[in-house]
């Protein structure tokens, strides 16, 4: 991916267990270390070791990034409907708005917005373990929304996640960005619809 | 045994690893510790990596046992460390005093979070930079360094570990909980250009050898455990044998030592970032995080054509008096932005004595401090100063 200036804000959302902060660190692998940007990784959870809600906020520029918190993002992930309730305000007019459906109910969206929704819960049970689900909203994100490149985020993923489950992984990226892919050909994009 | 010493190359880890391995690549081969959030990091990858290189990790029964455990072990030669954050740090601090006393080398690292008390362990806070300089009972003198990065977290633990063996004083690696917990690049140098400080040892033979007699620089050699020297270690004050005399004129050289090797080292010791600051009218002074969110204003300022500069302070202690009386008497004002109710802009507004107004921006903890609201109070300042 060329250099680029100027600051690309995601926040990705769920609760303590998902692999939400995973999803934000394999990111920034992605952009530092195989994509040559900067990148930065924050985390925000409670007190509670599971179940609590947490995100993690990553921004990705060509140039060094002073203030490491997201105020308005260019992507939100939602993996769970207290994240998409607290965090919906944060996307900038014209964003990117993600969700996984078996987990996130939605209301009225900013018509300025792109929207995407995935099942990514349920692709990963069907695959067997409902805990890919975030790998397979990573596979998703690679084809609607690749703040960093498509490449760089798979081999990153694969550094990350343990080496006996790198197959599996490797297939749930895969099955997430078909499916982005499949979305993006058939123009299927949401476009984002006020509550009537 | 089965791991690299130091793990050069291109990293993308969180501060607190960082710190980990900066402690690592400096030659720390003990760590006592017990886990609080946010400085658990340093702890976990500790115990993974300490094993691998031939080092030890405890995990202590508290933090005043961790901290007891690290002077003992540098008094037994070994370069050693804790980490803990708010509420361990308050629990170190007398033995942070018996440290400082009997002049042992170790280094502390307290990933800030919000207090007081157990407060919000899981967020920001830059709340005990007074409590790092005086904390402990008793005058003393002390370093503390204040990163900005995880990239900071490796280089200023390096850092933190070389002052600490050269002045024979605790030192402090004053983080917080978002450059503990953000991962960002880290770029680690081959060994052999990593600078690495090591003790002074005595070159007297025993029978002549005084182990608390300074050398010129204000430290004196320190024969640790072993080596075949007669020492004695106490909390009392003592004279340059380290036995205990109970007097003011004891008292007296004891303090001046202690101090004085701070105090006469204090440009060698003292590191700063200058940013823009040759032509500004208004320079913002910060340190640790709040240091990221002022260079976002001071390069916005800059875009609008506006004349602030950033002083990013790399240690706070001691207290670059010269350099900010200077300062002052050269600008129109200072803005110190810290996560606390304002702690180390007394100690910049004593040193400005007047000469230029300072403003403090602050909140007592719970999130980072936006640009913009350093960029609004810069712009404010040019205006009243006009």
Known sequence: MAAKKKETRVIITGFGGQGIVLTGNILGQAATLHDGLHATMTQNYGPEARGGSCSSQVIISGAEIPYPYVEQADLLVCMSQEGYTKNLSALAPGGVLVWDTNLVKTGGHDPSWRTFDLPATAIAEEMGNKMMANIVMLGFLSAVFPAASPEAMREAMLAAVPPRTKDKNALAFERGRERGQGLLESGRAGQGRRRS | ?386
């Open chain 2, 1 to 386: 045994m089965a791991g690299k010493e130091v793990l050069t190359g291109v990293h993308f880890m969180d501060g607190d690893e960082a710190c980990c391995e900066g402690a690592i690549a400096a030659g720390c081969r003990f760590f006592a510790g017990y886990p609080i959030t946010p400085a658990t990091e340093v702890a976990e990858r500790m115990s993974r990596r300490l094993p691998q290189i031939g080092g030890i990790f405890i995990q202590m029964e508290d933090e005043i046992a961790s901290m007891a455990a690290i002077l003992g072990a540098s008094w037994g030669g070994a370069k050693a460390m804790t980490s803990t954050s708010g509420p361990g740090f308050s629990l170190m601090m007398e033995n942070i005093g018996l440290g400082v006393c009997t002049e042992t080398p170790c280094v502390v690292a307290n990933v800030q979070r919000a207090g007081p008390s157990t407060g919000l362990p899981t967020l920001v806070g830059q709340g005990d930079m007074m409590q790092a300089r005086w904390g402990s009972h008793g005058p003393y003198e002390i370093i503390a360094l204040t990163p900005s990065s995880p990239q900071e977290m490796f280089d200023f633990t390096v850092k933190a570990f070389n002052l600490s063996e050269q002045y024979r004083v605790p030192v402090f690696v004053m983080a917080d909980e978002v450059v503990g917990h953000m991962s960002e690049r880290v770029v680690i140098p081959p060994a052999e250009r990593i600078k690495v400080v090591s003790r002074k040892q005595p070159k007297a033979s025993p029978d002549k050898y005084l182990p608390y007699k300074p050398d010129a620089d204000g430290v004196a050699p320190m024969a640790t455990w072993g080596m075949g020297y007669h020492v004695h270690v106490t909390g009392l004050t003592h004279d340059e044998r380290g036995y205990p005399v109970m007097d003011a004129s004891a008292q007296e050289q004891m303090i001046a030592r202690i101090t004085g090797k701070i105090k006469k080292n204090a440009a060698k010791i003292i590191s700063y970032d200058a940013m823009f600051m040759d032509d500004a009218q208004v320079v913002v002074v910060a340190y640790g995080i709040s240091a990221r969110s002022a260079k976002g204003a001071v390069a916005a300022a800059r875009a609008q054509g506006q004349k602030v500069g950033l002083m990013k302070l790399n240690t706070v202690w001691p207290f670059p008096e010269e350099v900010i009386a200077d300062l002052a008497g050269r600008v129109r004002g200072l803005i110190m932005p810290e996560i606390n109710q304002g702690q180390v802009v007394l100690e910049l507004e004593r040193v400005a004595g007047g000469r230029c107004p300072v403003k403090f921006i602050g909140h007592p903890g719970g999130t980072i401090i936006s640009p913009r609201v350093i960029l609004a109070a810069a712009q404010e300042m040019l205006k009243e100063a006009l």
